[in-house]
């Protein structure tokens, strides 16, 4: 037996991550430059850059293993049916959106990969989706999701639950998009 590198964006997102708070912790403010995007928005590369890498950037241990344990059990799945380049865009399109909506209307940074989460929870959802039917799992999802959200949005913890909503509403975007994509088209459906 040997071990297969089965999810190539999903491991290599993980490694990434893991090697970036491993130098934070070594060299000390390295996240913060490179892996924070921040509402203060002048136009740089690096703000540019910014807009994609805070996803891979985050706080301590914890915070990086609390995203990385959902993203390791759903992504593969996820990265195998949808193949890996598609996978990508829909990774580096929820890290742009999340980081763009937040200089808009936020004056916090927006460091980690939780919105990266909830877009592949609810992507995920979209998994066994036929012809005209939503699943009653997406519907509960999206309510417990929804619910839990909206009521940690009004504690004091630090974490956005907008990149949350954002990311989650990237996952059923792309799950619609995707699953419409990939529907074989019927002789009474005009489309």
Not at 28 to 57: N, W
Not at 105 to 110: A, P, Q
Not at 169 to 186: N, Q, V, Y
């Amino acid at each position: 037996m040997r071990i297969r590198y089965n999810a190539p964006v999903i491991l290599t997102f993980t490694l990434l991550s893991t090697g970036i708070l491993i130098i934070n912790q070594v060299v000390g403010g390295f996240t913060e430059a490179f892996f924070v995007s921040y509402p203060t928005f002048s136009g740089s590369i690096l703000d540019f850059l910014r807009l994609f890498t805070h996803v891979a950037g985050h706080r301590n241990w914890l915070h990086l293993m609390s995203n990385f344990s959902f993203i390791l059990l759903i992504g593969p799945v996820l990265e195998e049916k949808h193949r890996s380049g598609a996978l990508l865009a829909m990774l580096m399109m929820t890290a742009l959106v999340t980081g763009i909506l937040n200089i808009i209307f936020f004056s916090t940074g927006l460091m980690g990969a939780s919105g990266i989460v909830f877009m592949l929870i609810l992507l995920s959802s979209f998994t066994n989706i036929r012809s005209g039917e939503i699943p009653l799992t997406f519907v509960l999802i999206v309510v417990l999701f929804l619910a839990k959200e909206f009521i940690n949005a009004f504690a004091e913890d630090n974490i956005s639950q907008f990149a949350h909503i954002i990311g989650g509403i990237c996952g059923s975007l792309f799950g619609f998009i995707f699953t419409r994509a990939k529907r074989p088209a019927s002789s009474s459906d005009p489309n």
